[in-house]
């Protein structure tokens, strides 16, 4: 009889994946806490550069463009290189950059350094997708999923309240480069753990891998030339990114605006702003943890797993809606953030389900299509930061209208949207991208 230590099937199987799990929290929630820190620092910003309300929509715009400009590139990078180099790469990028914003000297400057952020930031979740489907199995992904963006909204949660205190105690240049230095250290640590291939790492034994690789055969780490005519035409991608579109031009209201709002509509000071915009991206939070268990839980008891998740999705927009229109008829800021941080989590279960038909809608090209689909939402986000701008103060000073007369009527837009998306999510259905023959390779080898 051999010796144990020979039969790698009699060893229990590492938990090394897991580890991988806990290092794309860490890059999730860094990745919000220094997207959302600017929310809070808008008022200072202004009052300290002289900028107006309309030329910070311009500096959000200018993060959320280069998000979505560099979201394929840096996505197909991740597919050729590996996620290791290009997201310890693109955090100490960043990182650099959130510091650097504390550094403005006016508009021009604030303009470029958030445009080089966002170009950074766009990489982390199409190569963090990239991760996924090399370290995890399909029936572990939603979970995952789930905790991983459950932790970005815990970085939004901290970032308001955080930022605000910062501010108070240290003044708004210097939470810049607190909040930078967060991220120079998990780059370097990842750097140095990770590895792209599982068997590659050294805490891997042979039963995880065999886990890791039980429902399907391990991808190419370079999947070769993007079949683009067919990704541009496949009716789920483009769905999918029609969903992420509209959600995005939700969502950025809350994650640029929302303190400023509840200081000029609702007449709460800085800090108070601080904690129940908090309140509110918490209720993501929430979503996102019960979506990634649903994102699990749907293929075991659907028999049709895309319908199921199709009608969560509906459903979930269309309450979204109903939390939202309710929560601006309140006079209190607290109802009005209970029920926008209800209306928040309803919306964020609908998250890592997209992600569950994402990774497999994007065949071998992960990184590449994710950042596609993902980097779509740039549109409705830059939408979204740039008209809030223009409509407040064109509400002030061509109409003279202030607080909620001024801010308000925003929202039927906001409940517009969401309905929309219900919509959008009613039309998704899984298209196969269909990859061309390899005519290349049959010709090489004649």
Not at 419 to 439: D, I, K, N, S
């Amino acid at each position: 009889m051999p010796p144990p230590d020979l039969e790698p099937s009699a060893q229990p199987p590492t938990q090394t994946r897991f580890v991988v799990a806990a290092w794309l929290c860490g890059l999730a929630a860094i990745l919000y806490l220094d997207r959302i820190c600017m929310s809070q620092a808008v008022k200072p910003i202004c009052d300290d550069l002289g900028l107006s309300k309309n030329q910070m929509g311009d500096v959000m715009a200018a993060f959320t463009l280069a998000y979505g400009m560099f979201a394929v590139p840096v996505g197909r990078l991740g597919d050729k290189l590996g996620p290791r180099s290009v997201l310890g790469g693109i955090v100490l990028v960043w990182s650099v950059f959130t510091a650097l914003t504390g550094l403005a000297t006016g508009l021009a400057t604030l303009l470029v350094v958030r445009f080089l952020f966002g170009a950074a930031e766009a990489g982390a979740f199409p190569s963090a997708a990239k991760v996924m489907s090399r370290w995890f199995p399909h029936s572990e992904r939603g979970r995952v999923q789930g905790v991983m963006l459950a932790f970005a909204q815990i970085g939004a949660v901290i970032a308001p309240a955080g930022a605000a205190y910062l501010i108070d105690a240290a003044g708004w240049r210097w939470a810049f480069f607190l909040f930078g230095a967060l991220g120079v250290v998990w780059a370097c640590g990842f750097w140095l753990w990770f590895r792209n291939d599982p068997s590659q790492h050294a805490s891997v034994n042979e039963a995880e891998l065999a886990r890791i690789h039980a429902e399907e055969a391990p991808l190419a780490l370079d999947p070769g030339p993007v079949p683009w005519r067919a990704v541009l035409t496949n009716r789920g991608i483009l769905v999918l990114s029609l969903i992420m579109i509209l959600g995005a031009f939700y969502t950025y209201f809350f994650y640029g605006w929302l303190p400023t709002y509840l200081r000029d509509a609702r007449g709460v000071d800085n800090k108070e702003a601080g904690w129940l915009s908090s309140l509110v991206l918490g209720g993501s939070a929430i979503g996102m943890l019960v979506g990634g268990w649903l994102a699990d839980r749907i293929p075991q008891r659907a028999a049709d797993p895309v319908a199921a998740r199709r009608y969560l999705g509906v459903g979930a927009y269309l309450t979204a809606a109903g939390f939202l229109y309710s929560g601006v008829q309140c006079d209190d800021a607290l109802s009005l953030a209970l029920f926008w941080g209800a209306s928040f989590c309803v919306m964020h279960l609908t998250l890592p389900n997209w992600w569950s038909v994402i990774i497999p809608q994007s065949g071998k090209h992960v990184g590449t299509v994710f950042g596609l689909a993902n980097g779509a939402g740039v549109l409705g986000a830059m939408v979204s930061q740039k008209f809030v701008g223009w409509f407040t103060d064109r509400q002030e000073k061509l109409h003279g209208l202030t607080a909620r007369a001024a801010w308000d009527p925003l929202i039927d837009l906001y409940v517009c949207v969401l309905v929309c998306a219900a919509g959008a999510w009613w039309l998704y259905r899984f298209t196969p991208l269909v990859e061309p023959p390899p005519q290349q390779e049959q010709g090489e080898g004649r």
